[in-house]
Structure formats: C-alpha cells, structure tokens
C-alpha cells in the first residue's frame, strides 16, 4: 500500500529548507580573496668599473701605424732643457706623468722650457695635460734650438696655448685661451676641461696645413708659411722675431711659465 504524504508536510519541508540556505542580497560584495604575493623586485645591476687605461703604452695598432713614445713613464730621458744637454731639477715624474714642480717649497729648484732631442718636419703629435688651478703653460713645435741667435723656443716655435681660462689673467684675452694658436688663432670652440683635469692635444703638421684637436674636438686649421700666414704673425706679439713661426722643421717643446703642469701619454708618429 502506498504512503500518502500530505501536502501540508512538503510545505513545511521546503520553508525549513529554505530558511537554513545563506541569504544572498543584490549588490552584496563577493567574499575576499586572499592577496598576490609580492613580486620581487630584479636586484639593480651595478655598474662596471671602467676598465683600466695603460698609460704611456703602444698598442699594437699603434706601433704598426708608426706611433713611438716620447715619455717612457718613468725618466725624462729623450728631453733637455732648452739650450742645454740636461733637464731641470723641477721637471719630475710621478704617477704616469711628466710635470714641472712649480711649488715654492723653499728647496732651489731649476726648471726652465724643455724641448724633444729629435726634431720633426711631418708629424702627429698626442699629448695628454692637465694644469693647476690659475695655471698657464704651452706645447711649442717647430722650435730651432740656436740659443746663440734665439734666447727662448717660443722665439721660433708657434704654441698652442695650456691655461685655466677662468683662473689666469690669459684666459680673458682673445687668442690666448686653451686650444688657441697662440696670439694668432682663437679657438673655433671651447673643448677644454676644468683645471685639475686631464685633456688630450692632437697636434698635427703635414706640409704646412696645422690642424689642432682638443679632446677630439677640431678647434685650430690653417695653413703655414703662406701670406695668410705672414699676415697673421705680422699682426701679433711676434712681429718684431724674425724666425718665428718660419722653420719647417724643430722640435717639440713643453713650456714652463711658472705653474705646475702635468704631460702624460706623449706620443708622435712622422708622417
């Protein structure tokens, strides 16, 4: 026989159904939701030292291109003081650099322009230098050593000129400020760096055309021994010196003016 449930009863049994389901309301937020875990962040990379720079070396490329030294690091052999077969007492070498001691330490010192044993007709000439705070000081070339007829190497030789542009009275004056040809030719623009600080000469001569680059910037072009030329000396400080500017071979020359000034890397190539 079959059960018959009354109908009351389901009833009953759906609402207690019912009431025990969780309630769900419009708009009600769903249930959070546990957060990410960070990320983590790539460690920075540090940046790599530069890599040491050999002074006063040749590399291969350089001894094959015809590159030679005229400063060995450690002696100021291959130099002499102007007029003389030596080199003054101020004149020393220290940590990759010729320089000139300029201090007044109360020791007697002799320092005095210094000039290359060999002289050059054709040449590149790479010369690293930085000067003191107020200092000034020059690399001459062409320079005829006959003391008997030419007292000093800028007599004859053309300079371009080193000097702290804000620091000495010659940085104010028009053609006398780093990267001139001095008292002749400005600068085409300003390349140097602040004293204290190394910068780079690339002097070149080749059958009269002189071009000069500082820090790999082309500042000086002209060409020598022309009328241009002639015009050029004619209206400088050199006028009155017959040999100046006129010999197409000399030496090389580092100028001391007093203040401490520093050469390294000095290298020449003949072409």
Same mark, same amino acid.
């Given at each position: 026989?079959?059960?018959?449930?009354?109908?009351?009863?389901?009833?009953?049994?759906?609402?207690?159904?019912?009431?025990?389901?969780?309630?769900?309301?419009?708009?009600?937020?769903?249930?959070?939701?546990?957060?990410?875990?960070?990320?983590?962040?790539?460690?920075?990379?540090?940046?790599?030292?530069?890599?040491?720079?050999?002074?006063?070396?040749?590399?291969?490329?350089?001894?094959?291109?015809?590159?030679?030294?005229?400063?060995?690091?450690?002696?100021?052999?291959?130099?002499?003081?102007? /007029?003389?077969?030596?080199?003054?007492?101020?004149?020393?070498? &220290?940590?990759?650099?010729?320089? #000139?001691? $300029?201090? @007044?330490?109360?020791?007697?010192?002799?320092?005095?322009?210094?000039?290359?044993?060999?002289?050059?007709?054709?040449?590149?000439?790479?010369?690293?230098?930085?000067?003191?705070?107020?200092?000034?000081?020059?690399?001459?070339?062409?320079?005829?050593?006959?003391?008997?007829?030419?007292?000093?190497?800028?007599?004859?030789?053309?300079?371009?000129?080193?000097?702290?542009?804000? /620091?000495?009275?010659?940085?104010?004056?028009?053609?006398?400020? &780093?990267?001139?040809?001095?008292? #002749?030719? $400005?600068? @085409?623009?300003?390349?140097?760096?602040?004293?204290?600080?190394?910068?780079?000469?690339?002097?070149?001569?080749?059958?009269?055309?002189?071009?000069?680059?500082?820090?790999?910037?082309?500042?000086?072009?002209?060409?020598?021994?022309?009328?241009?030329?002639?015009?050029?000396?004619?209206?400088?400080?050199?006028?009155?010196?017959?040999?100046?500017?006129?010999?197409?071979?000399?030496?090389?020359?580092?100028?001391?003016?007093?203040?401490?000034?520093?050469?390294?890397?000095?290298?020449?190539?003949?072409?």
């Amino acid at each position: 026989m079959k059960r018959i449930i009354p109908v009351t009863c389901i009833a009953v049994s759906v609402l207690l159904i019912n009431s025990c389901a969780p309630r769900v309301y419009r708009n009600t937020p769903p249930a959070s939701q546990p957060a990410p875990a960070p990320v983590p962040k790539p460690e920075p990379e540090l940046p790599r030292p530069a890599p040491e720079v050999a002074l006063n070396v040749l590399t291969n490329e350089e001894k094959a291109a015809g590159w030679t030294l005229l400063f060995d690091c450690t002696s100021s052999d291959g130099w002499h003081a102007y /007029g003389s077969k030596t080199i003054g007492t101020a004149w020393k070498t &220290a940590n990759g650099a010729l320089y #000139l001691d $300029a201090n @007044k330490d109360g020791l007697p010192k002799t320092g005095g322009d210094i000039v290359s044993d060999k002289e050059y007709r054709n040449f590149e000439l790479l010369i690293d230098w930085k000067i003191d705070k107020g200092g000034n000081s020059g690399i001459c070339f062409y320079i005829n050593e006959d003391k008997d007829k030419y007292r000093s190497m800028w007599n004859t030789g053309p300079e371009i000129q080193i000097v702290d542009n804000q /620091g000495h009275p010659d940085g104010k004056i028009n053609k006398h400020q &780093a990267g001139d040809l001095y008292d #002749l030719i $400005a600068a @085409k623009s300003h390349a140097e760096n602040p004293p204290l600080e190394w910068n780079t000469y690339l002097i070149r001569c080749v059958n009269g055309k002189l071009d000069v680059y500082l820090n790999k910037v082309h500042v000086v072009s002209t060409v020598m021994w022309d009328d241009n030329w002639r015009s050029l000396v004619a209206n400088s400080k050199f006028r009155d010196m017959p040999g100046f500017g006129m010999y197409k071979t000399g030496r090389i020359g580092l100028q001391d003016h007093g203040n401490n000034v520093w050469f390294r890397n000095i290298k020449i190539r003949e072409l």
